[in-house]
């Protein structure tokens, strides 16, 4: 076999490893490919799994050049694991976990979208203070009205079977809001809970007055996804994602130091006492009857 051309063909690895050509001249043959590196695993609690190592590059054939690396594998496919229940509870599914895009920092307004230090999350955006009735506890905002791990202040937590509702712990649900899932919602404008507990809107719409629809009703408008009153919500007063500056309210869509025009602070926001069935005649007084409105 002196004088003629040696093919040395390697066998190529797993997943896709290609294999060089043969050179078919005195000089020796070109080694082939190196493998291609294993695909990664599926990601654990929905995470997606990171690609394979790129293969090693095919032994040289005699004489020849050596055989190019192989590619790299592909990345393992995302396991269903705790993001499978986020889209129930509205939240979106972030790093293989479900997060609150409206508050948490480290995906705020969007997943990956980090706040800078010194800066909390309040209605989808990084603020240097937190909206109208929310507060900053550690680099978050929280509504400490509704939020039972910092009830009335930060860190102050209610115990198991107790809610918070109106910055106070207790066993049941005040304010207008209704108990779901261990919180306090409103399930008059919140579409994961709309009319009631777990009764999802379908995508596209809105939860407004206790009923999905395609759009705002009454005097409410369209802010992030939610129905808000822009007359009296801090985080949106006068025009959606108009932020009130801490400590501020919001009365007929300006931002204020106390509620104007008759109005009072009622759950951190200002309502007319004469006319709201949920605060009639005195905050967290629901008798809507008495205010003529149908039960």
Do not use: Y
């Not at 809970?193 to 005097?219: E, R, Y």
């Not at 808000?228 to 007063?237: E, F, G, W």
């Not at 602070?265 to 309502?271: I, Q």
């Amino acid at each position: 076999m002196t004088g003629l051309g040696v093919a040395i063909v390697v066998a190529a690895g797993a997943n896709c490893g290609g294999v060089a050509a043969v050179d078919g001249s005195g000089g020796g043959a070109t080694g082939s490919a190196g493998e291609a590196g294993t695909a990664g695993s599926a990601g654990g609690g929905g995470a997606t799994g990171s690609a394979g190592q790129a293969g090693r590059a095919g032994w040289a054939g005699g004489g020849g050049a050596p055989g190019s690396a192989g590619q790299a594998g592909t990345a393992g496919t995302a396991g269903a694991g705790a993001c499978a229940s986020c889209a129930a509870d509205g939240l979106s599914c972030c790093d293989g976990e479900c997060a609150d895009t409206a508050v948490d920092p480290s995906h705020c307004g969007g997943c990956g979208k980090i706040c800078a230090p010194g800066e909390g999350c309040s209605a989808g955006k990084c603020v240097p203070e937190c909206a109208g009735d929310k507060i900053l506890c550690g680099n978050q905002c929280v509504d400490p009205l509704l939020d039972p791990s910092n009830c009335g202040g930060c860190e102050s937590h209610c115990v198991p079977d107790l809610v918070c509702s109106g910055g106070k712990c207790g066993p049941t649900c005040t304010c207008g809001t209704t108990k779901c899932g261990g919180k306090c919602v409103d399930t008059s404008a919140d579409p994961a809970n709309c009319g009631a507990c777990a009764a999802a809107c379908p995508g596209g719409q809105v939860c407004s007055f206790d009923q999905c629809a395609l759009q705002c009703l009454g005097v409410t408008t369209k802010c992030g996804g939610k129905c808000v009153d822009t007359q009296t919500d801090p985080a949106n007063c006068g025009a959606c994602a108009a932020v009130c500056p801490g400590g501020q309210v919001c009365s007929h869509g300006q931002c204020q130091l106390s509620c104007g025009g008759g109005t009072t602070l009622c759950c951190g926001r200002c309502v007319d006492t004469l006319l709201d069935p949920g605060n009639c005649g005195s905050c967290g007084h629901d008798c809507c009857a008495a205010c003529g409105f149908p039960l």
